[in-house]
């Protein structure tokens, strides 16, 4: 069974930046790959971005593109967002996912709130 925890999520201001992590465990994930997605109030779960299993391909939601980075440490098991130039409507649940087989693993979320 995989579980995925993140982390990292808080309040900041308009313009500013935020560093999320995904830390998994119960399997090893070097293989898949993984992706962020957002919820925010009152909508449907959105892509944000994901990286294949060698890091070598990245893919951005049009809305995040030049602003956020995803990143994985295969030695940690751990995946990343780097968040900069923050905007109110980045505000939502961020989560981290990965599919294996026919499954979809989801971590319990964590909240970014951006203040104008």
């Known amino acids: 069974q995989v579980q995925l925890v993140e982390s990292g999520g808080g309040l900041v201001q308009a313009g500013g930046s935020l560093g999320l992590s995904c830390a998994a465990s119960g399997r090893t994930l070097s293989l898949y790959p993984m992706a962020w997605f957002r919820q925010a109030p009152g909508k449907a779960r959105e892509f944000v971005a994901t990286?294949?299993?060698?890091?070598?391909?990245?893919s951005y939601s049009d809305s995040v593109k030049g602003r956020f980075t995803i990143s994985r440490d295969k030695a940690k098991n751990t995946l990343y967002l780097q968040m900069n130039s923050l905007k109110p409507e980045d505000t939502a649940v961020y989560y981290c996912?990965?599919?294996?087989?026919?499954?979809?693993?989801w971590g319990q979320g964590t909240q970014v709130t951006v203040s104008s």
């Open positions: 990286i294949s299993w060698s890091s070598s391909s990245t």
């Open positions: 996912n990965v599919r294996i087989g026919l499954s979809d693993y």
